[in-house]
DNA sequence: ATATTTATCTAAATCGTTTACGTATTTTTA
DNA sequence: TAAAAATACGTAAACGATTTAGATAAATAT
C-alpha cells in the first residue's frame, strides 16, 4: 500500500505538505496540491482510514443495532426496508455502515455500548424490539449521537412512523366502509403496539364504536400461527367481527388462511387488514388493504438527522421525527355500508 | 477513552506489559496478567480497533458487497437471509461486518476495491447480480480475501446454490404429477440463470419431453409486471402448457394473478411453482411450490470458509462449495397423472 | 565463584495520519 | 526602506496500540 510517505517522497515535499495538501488547506499553494493530487492518482494512493480515524476521532463509520426476536433484523421487511434507505442516505455523505455486532454468546462479548467505541463510531442507529434491554439503554444512555427508530426516548433524536394517524386513519377507512364491528389482533408489548392501540380505541370511541373486550386479541408480530389461532378465535364469537385488523402484513396472512379455511370469502364475507405495507401483500391477491409506512423516508430522516447531528451537535434539535403513513387501500375491505343498518 | 497508557500507569507497569498482558504473551507473569485484567475491567479499558488495525494490518472486519438490480440487496429476500446467517456466522469468530458502499453518485468515489482497502477489510464477501462489472472484477482480482455467492470465479472461493440439481428436482417432481407440458419463466441472463436454463433442457431431455420454444420466456427476476404479461401470452398458446416455473417465488404471484384472472383455478386447472423457498410462501394459500434454497447454509459456508481464507492462506482449499436446496411441495402442482395418456 | 539460562519486564520503533508550531521567503504597509 | 504581515512549506509530536530487542534479576549449571 502507498502511504503519504511515499507520496512525499515522489513529490520531494515534506508528509505535512502531502497531508494538507490532499485535504485542500490554504497553506499549501495551488500548484503544489495540483501536482500532489496528481501524483497521489498517479501512485493509486489511498487514505487509510484506520489512521486517519485513530488520529481524529472520526471514523466516518455509524454503526446500526436492528435487532428483532430472532436476532438480527435483517429478514424483517420492515427493517430491511429502512435499513436499505438509511444506508443510501449516509452513502451519499460518504460514511460507511457497519452492523453491530449481537452475538451474545461469547463470554468476553463487549456490549453494544464496548463495541461502538471499540469501532469508534460516529453515531449509532437503533432499531430494535426490546428497547428495554439494558444493553440498549447504556448505549441511549453514552454520549454518542444516537437515533433510535421507531421509539423515543429522552434527549436523544427519534424517528417514528405516525402509529397514531396511521391507525386512525385505517379504522376511520373501515368504518367509512360501513363496518361496525372491528377486531383488532395487536402485537406485543412495544411502544409501536401502545400507540397503535391507544388510537384504535381512541378513535373507535371518537366514532361511536362500542370495543367489546373479546375482539381485542394479542399475537407477536409476523407470526403467522398466531393469528391464525386468534383468528378462529374470533369466528368462533357469538357475534363475530366484520372485519379483523392484523399487527402487521404478514402475520395478516394467517389470519387469511384461517378465513379461508372455514370457507369464507374476503372481503364479501369478513373485511381484514394489515399495517406495514409490505411489497408483497401489493402483488397477492387480493391485495391486502394496509397502512403503507414509508420506509424511505424513515430510513432517510433517520440518517440525515443522525449525521447533522454527529456533524453539528450544538446546531441541532433533539426531537422525534414523525413520519406519515399513507393508507394503501387493497380490495381486503369490503364495502357494507348498505347491509348496515340491519 | 482509557488507553492502555492509563492501564499501565495504574498497574505500575509499563505499556508493554499491558499489552502483552491482555493479548495472554508468555513473557508476563500470571500474577501480572491477572491484576492487569482485572484493573482493565475496573476502568471499563477497551481497546482501540483503529489503532490496533493501523499497527497489526488487521480490522476484524469484513466488507460485504450485495447489490441487486435496485442498488442495494437489502430488501431482496434472498441476499438478506444470506446476509443473516452470514453476519451470525462471523459474528461468533468476533468479526464484524461492513456494508460496502456502492454509491456511485459522487466524483470522488473510490471504486469497491478502493473502499476495501481504505476501510482495511480482512475480507469481502460478494453477491451481486452483475459479476461482469469492471469494479467488481477489480475487486476479486486483487490480493484480498473474497468469497463470491452464487458465482464462480477462478482462484476464488464460492458458495453456490446447486440450481442444476435443484431445476432437475423441481421438473422431475412436476414431471412425476403428470406434467409434460412445463413451461418455462426464466429470469435475466446471469449464472445462475444460465445453470437452471440448462438443467432445465437436460432434465426435460432426460425424461423424454419436448420443450417448445414458445414455453420458455423471459423476465427479470422479482417482476411481478413482467411474469404476468409472460404468463398471459402462454395461457394464449393455442396449446398452453399445465405447468408453468417461475424465476422466484415473488415473480411467481405475479403469474399466479394472470391465472387466477382468466378464472382458471391452481392446482385444479393449471400448476405452477417458483424458486427459491421464500418464507412468505409457506403461508399464503395455496402454498406455493418451490425449491428452497438452504440460506442459512449459503451464509454460514461462505463465512466459515471466507474466515478460513483469512486466518489460514495456504491451507484453504479454493473451490466451489455447492450447498443444495430443497423442493417444498406446496400445493400449485396438481397431480394430473390420471389424465395423462390422453 | 563465575557463567549460563530463564523469567519478567521496559524502552523504543512503528503503523499512517493530523496538526500545532517554527522558519524562510515574499509581499504589503507605513 | 524597515517593519509587519502573509504565504508556503517543514519539523516533530501525537493518536493507541503491537512488537522487537535488550535490560535486569533470579535461578541453575559449571
Same mark, same amino acid.
Request: charged share 30%; with cysteine.
Given at each position: ?31 503544489? =496540491? ?11 494512493? #489511498?487514505? !487509510?482510514?484506520?489512521? *486517519?480515524?485513530?488520529?481524529? !476521532?472520526?471514523? &466516518? ?16 421487511? #420492515?427493517? %430491511?426496508?429502512?435499513?436499505?434507505? /438509511? ?13 453491530? !455486532?449481537?452475538? *451474545?454468546?461469547?463470554? @468476553? ?6 463495541? %461502538? ?13 426490546? #428497547? ?10 453514552? !454520549? ?8 423515543? /426516548? ?11 394517524? $396511521? ?8 368504518? $367509512? ?22 388510537? /384504535? ?6 366514532? $361511536? ?5 373479546? &375482539?381485542? =386479541?394479542?399475537?407477536?408480530?409476523? @407470526?403467522? =400461527? ?9 369466528? @368462533? ?15 395478516? #396472512? ?20 394489515? &399495517? ?53 387501500? $387493497? ?12
Amino acid at each position: 500500500m502507498v502511504s503519504m510517505k511515499d507520496l512525499a517522497a515522489a513529490c520531494n515535499v515534506s508528509i505535512a505538505t502531502v497531508s494538507k495538501a490532499l485535504n485542500d488547506q490554504r497553506d499549501v499553494s495551488e500548484k503544489t =496540491k495540483e501536482m500532489v493530487r496528481k501524483k497521489a492518482k498517479e501512485m493509486g494512493y #489511498f487514505p !487509510n482510514s484506520a489512521a *486517519k480515524a485513530l488520529k481524529t !476521532n472520526r471514523s &466516518y463509520n455509524i454503526g446500526v443495532l436492528f435487532v428483532d426476536e430472532a436476532q438480527s433484523g435483517l429478514t424483517h421487511d #420492515f427493517f %430491511a426496508n429502512v435499513l436499505d434507505s /438509511f444506508k443510501r442516505t449516509i452513502e451519499r455523505k460518504d460514511y460507511d455502515l457497519t452492523l453491530i !455486532n449481537c452475538n *451474545k454468546k461469547r463470554s @468476553d462479548s463487549m456490549s453494544y455500548l464496548e463495541r %461502538a467505541r471499540y469501532r469508534g463510531f460516529d453515531g449509532v442507529a437503533i432499531a430494535c424490539i426490546d #428497547f428495554k434491554d439494558p444493553e440498549v439503554i447504556e448505549l441511549v444512555d453514552s !454520549n454518542i449521537p444516537v437515533v433510535t427508530i421507531d421509539y423515543i /426516548f429522552n434527549n436523544r433524536i427519534a424517528v417514528i412512523s405516525d402509529n397514531i394517524k $396511521g391507525m386512525h386513519d385505517l379504522v376511520t377507512y373501515v368504518y $367509512g366502509k360501513g363496518h361496525r364491528k372491528i377486531a383488532y389482533i395487536h402485537g406485543r408489548d412495544s411502544s409501536v403496539t401502545q400507540a397503535r392501540v391507544s388510537s /384504535f380505541y381512541t378513535t373507535c370511541a371518537q366514532l $361511536g364504536i362500542e370495543v367489546p373486550e373479546e &375482539y381485542i =386479541k394479542e399475537a407477536k408480530y409476523r @407470526d403467522t =400461527k398466531g393469528t391464525y389461532e386468534k383468528t378462529l378465535e374470533l369466528l @368462533d364469537l357469538p357475534d363475530p367481527p366484520t372485519c379483523i385488523l392484523y399487527p402487521d402484513d404478514f402475520a395478516g #396472512f394467517g389470519g387469511i388462511n384461517a378465513i379461508r379455511e372455514r370457507g369464507l370469502r374476503i372481503p364479501e364475507d369478513i373485511s381484514v387488514a394489515g &399495517y406495514d405495507g409490505l411489497r408483497i401483500g401489493r402483488h397477492l391477491e387480493p391485495r391486502l388493504t394496509t397502512i403503507r409506512q414509508d420506509t424511505e423516508k424513515i430510513g432517510r430522516e433517520a440518517a440525515e438527522n443522525l449525521i447533522h447531528l454527529i456533524e453539528h451537535p450544538r446546531a441541532t434539535i433533539i426531537r422525534p421525527i414523525v413520519v406519515e403513513g399513507e393508507l394503501y387501500e $387493497g380490495e381486503t375491505v369490503g364495502d357494507i355500508s348498505r347491509d348496515e343498518d340491519e
